[in-house]
Each structure stands twice: as C-alpha cells, then as structure tokens.
C-alpha cells in the first residue's frame, strides 16, 4: 500500500514538473484544482522537486527556473519551456514578414515556430544557420539559405569560421534571433561561445535585429555576449519588461512589442 502510495506521489510530482516546463509557472491553488490533492500536498511536493529540479519556490506557489542554469539545455528541453508564449511571441514576428523579405533565423524554439508558419508564404528568402529549420522549410517555396560550419547538437545551429566566412558574404534585412538572456548590462546574451560568435556575424550583415524572447529571459545576462542593447532594434517578447529594462529600451530607442494573449 505504501509502495502505491510513493508511486502515485511521483506519478503526481511528474506530472507537475510537466506542467510547470509547459507553463513556467504554477498556483497552489492550480495544483490541487488539477491533480486532485490537498493544499498541504501540494505543498509539500513543491518542496521535494524544488530539491532536485530547476524550480523556485514564490509566494502562493512555484516557477520553472530551467533557462537560467549554468548548463547548456538541449532543443527538446527548450521547446517544452514555455511552449504557449512561444507560439504568440513567433506569430508577432511572423506579422513584421513581407514578402520579398530576406529574413534571418538563428536556431532556437521561437524561431523555429516561425519557420513553421511561413513556410507555406512565397517571396521570402529565409538565411539560418540552424538545421531542423532548414529542414522545416524543406519542400516550401521559401529560399532558404544555409549557412556552413559544425552542427552543435544541442541546439542544431552551425558554427565555426566556416559558417561566419560565408555570412560575410550575405545581405539579411530581419535578423530574428533567439537569446537566453536580456539584460542592461550584459545586452543579448546566450550560453554557448559558438552560438554567440555566429550570432555577432550574422547581426553584422543585418539591416533590423529583433530579439523573440519569452519573460523569462528578462534580466538575466547569460555566459556569453552576443551585442549590446544598442544594436537591437525591436524585441518581441509575452510580457511587460522589468523597469529596468524598460527604462533602457525607452532610452536607447528599442520598439518593443508585446504579443497578444
């Protein structure tokens, strides 16, 4: 009876570390409502994942903190985080594409939503330097140009000289690209040097860079630096900046936009 007991409390907790990757955050309230449990349960499993996962307790309930760890999270980690917002953030951008538009996509979730809803538009010129979507674009009618290097697989994004030798020769006019953290005084910043240096390259030969980011990312400044905020143009993100950085947007003369919820 014990051992049912133990296997349906991690069959629960389990279900609420999905939940929370899905969301990035949940009420005590919302936990008993859907599982099914008491608030001192609901509690209490809180505090166990909060000892083994990337989770940080708040006021009332908890929040996945996946982005902001030191380690590098692959594709698949990235695409459950968040995944709604994502999806509103990609289609903001999607409405800033016109055709005859050449278009750079970094690799990333969000950018890979876009390329999921443009992939059936015409007179686009799409340049990434990510290989699921090239692959997402496959078959379409969009040009797509992809850049050379060494496939990290975490992220499926070419890097290396060889790749940023090859962007030196391309004129991008949208540059959408994804980061792990926004931040004053770190700008847009990513955990992987590699991804960073292709980043900067692609950045240079671009006309307009806007950075999709989801809330989360806000205030954060990751290991490595891709520009300063003084070099984007736009951000499109799911909720209102901290003041801080809002100050500095406003400031430096960044649009931002919000998505639609």
Do not use: W
């Not at 690799?107 to 390329?115: Q, S, V």
């Amino acid at each position: 009876m014990a051992q049912q007991q133990g296997s349906k409390g991690k069959r629960r907790r389990d279900g609420i570390l999905q939940e929370l990757k899905l969301q990035g955050r949940l009420t005590v309230q919302e936990i008993v409502d859907r599982f099914g449990c008491s608030e001192a349960t609901a509690r209490r499993d809180l505090e166990l994942l909060e000892k083994s996962e990337p989770i940080i307790r708040t006021i009332g309930g908890a929040m996945y903190d996946g982005m902001s760890t030191v380690r590098d999270v692959s594709f698949a980690e990235k695409e459950r985080l968040s995944y709604l917002e994502k999806e509103r953030i990609a289609a903001k951008a999607v409405s800033l594409i016109e055709e005859g538009d050449v278009i750079g996509l970094s690799g990333g979730t969000t950018n890979f939503l876009i390329a999921r809803s443009i992939k059936n538009r015409r007179g686009i010129t799409v340049v990434t330097n990510a290989v699921n979507i090239a692959m997402e674009l496959a078959g379409s009618e969009i040009q797509v140009v992809v850049t050379g290097g060494i496939m990290r697989h975490n992220s499926f994004e070419l890097c290396g000289p060889l790749g940023e030798a090859m962007v030196g020769h391309l004129h991008i006019g949208k540059m959408f690209i994804g980061v792990d953290g926004v931040s004053v005084a770190g700008g847009i910043t990513t955990y992987s040097e590699q991804e960073a240096q292709i980043a900067k390259s692609l950045l240079a030969r671009s006309q307009r860079t806007i950075a999709v980011f989801d809330h989360t990312k806000v205030g954060r400044a990751s290991l490595f630096s891709i520009a300063p905020l003084s070099e984007v143009h736009t951000f499109i993100t799911d909720a209102p900046l901290e003041p801080v950085v809002a100050d500095a947007a406003q400031r430096i003369g960044i649009e931002v936009l919000l998505c639609e919820n």
